[in-house]
């Protein structure tokens, strides 16, 4: 093909995988799952051209791949395809196929030539947009945690902890930050590096977390909140694929195990000036008004946000007392146990983690919540209270989620529709009360064996 036709970003990739042989388009859906097509190479100049078509549907297909039909984009428009547009600067190698291949993520037009607004990325760079608006730009990075587990599951169709390369036998201890951990899984590591480096994921740090087989890897923070999302999108591929071929299964799930810590997203958010100037910019001794304001503002929208931190009938599970995980909006500075972290810095580098947000949410979703919130709070200099030194699980009260209310809660927000738009809420919304619902239809074992024949 010409590369001419191309922007000059994904043109020099192209040059630089001459073999290539097959590209897999991608788009996000609400979920974060990558739905798509792979195409040949000599089509990818007609994909740059003329786009490519997709179900409309696609965006809000239920966890299972089915269509939601009480979104309005199924029957309701004939399951119409919509135009997908490629992302400037997205196609990369894939490095952990066999045969030469590449990938590119898509965006999805609304059927009258503009972006469809309740797409996942669409709805992330609008909020972006108001910051610019202000002369303010956010700086984002990601940290994911996740499990490596046997890809088989027990006789009970449970998740088993993985099989250590190393030793040859099943995981069962906890060893946080544990470099022997690490060095037992160094094949696997090194295939990630090697496919970040592939790809310019900017990955730079791997630890063993919590518990028996669970990783974590953070990305270094972009000036570019919806590149820094991408860059987290494509992680989650690459860990997925590069555990497949190292015999293992990765998993984002929110809490795979009953008795072990789950997994999150976490987000780190500064606010630069027009001057490059860190807003957040403080002494622990003397928080800075920008920084008390935007924690406020987390925590004003933190109960109709919690949908998009917390999307699945897993998520809940992982809200529990001692487990590192927020149980409430509270803050402080180098505090593992609040929900608002302030981690340790020096003043210029002053900035926000975001720790409520599960591994298996969009990230996305949970960017887009966590910079509106902060721009809430901007906008309205409201006071965040003190911040919390020592356990916050001794000095606050739990709260108590659950997935109903948090769809009840999302849909009825003003301010959900006001930051993201009723397309999105209506879509969004209605996708987890399909989701929940299903859910809910199911009849489990634990039902059978506690009422079969007690009752």
Request: proline share 6%; net charge negative; aromatic share 8%.
């Amino acid at each position: 093909m010409d590369a001419s036709t191309l922007p000059a970003e994904d043109a020099t990739e192209l040059a630089a995988i001459p073999d290539c042989e097959t590209v897999d388009l991608l788009l996000p859906d609400m979920n974060g799952l990558l739905r798509g097509k792979r195409i040949t190479r000599d089509a990818l100049e007609k994909v740059y051209q003329n786009g490519v078509c997709l179900p409309m549907s696609l965006i809000a297909t239920d966890i299972t791949g089915n269509t939601v039909e009480e979104t309005g984009l199924g029957y309701d428009i004939g399951d119409e395809d919509r135009i997908c547009r490629p992302v400037p600067g997205t196609l990369k190698v894939i490095p952990w196929q066999d045969r030469p291949m590449a990938q590119l993520l898509l965006a999805m037009e609304d059927g009258h030539g503009r972006m469809f607004a309740a797409n996942p990325r669409e709805v992330l760079k609008r909020v972006i947009e108001r910051y610019h608006a202000l002369g303010l730009n956010p700086v984002v990075a990601v940290e994911l945690e996740f499990y490596l587990l046997d890809p088989q599951l027990d006789g009970h169709g449970r998740p088993q902890t993985s099989i250590n390369p190393t030793t040859g036998e099943r995981n069962k201890t906890t060893q946080v930050y544990y470099m022997e951990d690490l060095n037992d899984y160094q094949g696997f590591t090194d295939a990630v590096t090697d496919a970040c480096r592939a790809q310019h994921i900017p990955a730079d740090t791997a630890v063993a977390e919590y518990a028996p087989g669970q990783f974590e890897i953070n990305l270094k923070h972009r000036s570019d909140a919806l590149v820094a999302c991408d860059d987290a999108i494509l992680l989650k591929r690459a860990v997925k694929a590069v555990a497949a071929n190292e015999g293992l299964m990765a998993s984002f799930m929110a809490k795979p195990f009953g008795d072990q810590a789950g997994s999150g997203t976490h987000i780190h958010v500064s606010v630069l000036d027009k001057a490059g100037n860190n807003i957040f910019a403080c002494e622990p001794s003397a928080p800075s008004d920008a920084l008390r304001h935007g924690v406020y503002g987390l925590q004003q929208v933190s109960k109709d946000c919690m949908l998009m931190f917390a999307p699945h009938a897993n998520s809940y599970r992982r809200f529990v007392l001692n487990a590192f995980v927020p149980l409430n909006d509270c803050w402080g500075f180098n505090n593992r146990t609040v929900a608002m972290r302030i981690p340790h810095s020096d003043p210029a580098n002053t900035r926000i983690e975001h720790r409520i947000a599960g591994a298996d949410a969009n990230p996305y979703l949970v960017t887009a919540a966590v910079l509106a919130g902060i721009l809430h709070g901007l906008e309205t200099k409201g006071d965040p209270g003190p911040p919390i030194v020592g356990n916050a699980y001794e000095q606050t009260e739990m709260r108590q989620l659950f997935w109903r209310d948090t769809i009840n809660d999302f849909l009825a927000s003003g301010f959900i529709a006001q930051a993201f738009g009723p397309e999105f809420q209506h879509i969004f919304g209605q996708q987890k009360l399909k989701e929940m619902r299903s859910f809910y239809a199911e009849v489990t074992t634990l039902e059978i064996e506690w009422y079969l024949r007690q009752v």
